[in-house]
């Protein structure tokens, strides 16, 4: 069982880098569906998650239809401020792998898309009188880590000793 990060045309490389340290301290792969909105040679991307980007297992997609060709059958959920089920209502400690896609920062995700997939839209609780959406990293950090919560956070360290620890 893994779970997976899926950008939708990212175009912010400060969110992707962040999200991508997300995925090395979650051992969760990082898919990128293209056209992405920077290099990943860019110096905001590589500032944001310098000393993880190499520990990160990234898959580029050309396109939206090659990634859907790619996930074949797999369970895919669509993380949009649009859906009318809350992302903790799934349950995702069932064995298989989840991917969890995000869309653009300006846009989101394609509307004909996300209809064609209702069934597979899931929202986090927020108040949309005062903001149009989350941040994209906070949001993937928070979604992937209730996923890991319901796993029992398998093969992460609920503990660490470091030399010279604050709290010891």
Known sequence: MTNHIVLFEPQIPANTGN??????????????????????????????????????????HKDLPSFLEYLGNQELHLITKFANKVYSEVNYDNHQDHYFMFGKETTGLPEEFMRENAEKCLRIPMNDEHVRSLNLSNTAALVIYEALRQQDFPNLERSHHYDGDKID
């Open 19 to 60: 999200i991508a340290r997300t995925c090395a301290a979650t051992n969760s792969p990082l898919h990128l569906i293209e056209p992405l909105g920077f290099s990943t040679d860019d110096k905001q991307l590589k500032r944001a998650g310098l000393d993880y980007w190499h520990d990160v297992d990234i898959t580029y």
